[in-house]
């Protein structure tokens, strides 16, 4: 089974996705901390794809203000920003807006799935491994060792669609406040179960780094 939905027992990407999902039961994205708001924020787009169910907070920073500033500039958001009452009335018109145009398979309550916090751990241990001077393949080598999975699994979300946020301001910025709270940038223990062992020592395709 994939580890999106398995990560191997005993492994350190378990122990770090048991982590997460135990701070996601939590209204962390209301929190006064700027790293555990950001980690809530992304817990709520990643986990709600309705986004007229979003904390008012969360919609009004993530899709209000910025679709204010597409249209109006950045002097409009700051003048939404500076009347609150008619900022939270403006992004309720927007949310019920969204609803209504929600397509009936969109309305859908999503399935409870610890994929993406699967993704994101991997991802934020891959970027703290980032370096022009290292090849890709050194890279899921040491990121594989670090969480006790083999390499062709942390190779595989390093492909899929979830890797955008290595390429993204946000994505870059999210990933980074996933490793301070999680302590990623100190050194971690290997943990290697007896299958990631293996298919770590079997596996010898490489893959070089781009420009």
Not at 1 to 26: F, T, Y
Not at 84 to 96: K, R, S, V
Not at 101 to 114: G, M, N, Y
Not at 176 to 187: H, M, T
Request: hydrophobic residues 45%.
């Amino acid at each position: 089974m994939s580890i999106k939905h398995n990560p191997p027992h005993g492994s350190q990407l378990a122990v770090l996705v048991d982590r997460l999902v135990a701070m996601a039961d939590e209204p962390t994205w209301a929190s006064d901390d700027d790293v555990i708001r950001v980690v809530g924020e992304l817990h709520v787009m990643q986990s709600e794809p309705r986004i007229w169910k979003w904390p008012r907070r969360v919609f009004k920073d993530r899709i209000v203000l910025p679709l204010i500033e597409q249209r109006d500039g950045p002097a409009g958001a700051v003048a939404f920003r500076r009347a609150p009452q008619a900022l939270n009335h403006y992004a309720d018109l927007l949310a019920n807006q969204f609803e209504r145009e929600a397509a009936a398979h969109e309305r859908i309550t999503p399935k409870l799935s610890i994929s993406w916090i699967v993704e994101v751990v991997v991802l934020a241990v891959l970027n703290n491994q980032l370096d022009p001077g290292r090849s890709y393949n050194a890279i899921f080598n040491e990121t594989a060792k670090h969480l006790g999975v083999n390499r062709a699994a942390v190779r595989r979300i390093f492909l899929s669609k979830a890797s955008r946020m290595l390429i993204t301001p946000d994505g870059r910025a999210a990933l980074k406040a996933v490793s301070d709270l999680l302590g990623l940038d100190r050194p971690m223990p290997v943990v290697r179960n007896r299958h990631a062992a293996l298919a770590l020592s079997s596996h010898k395709s490489t893959v070089h780094a781009g420009p």
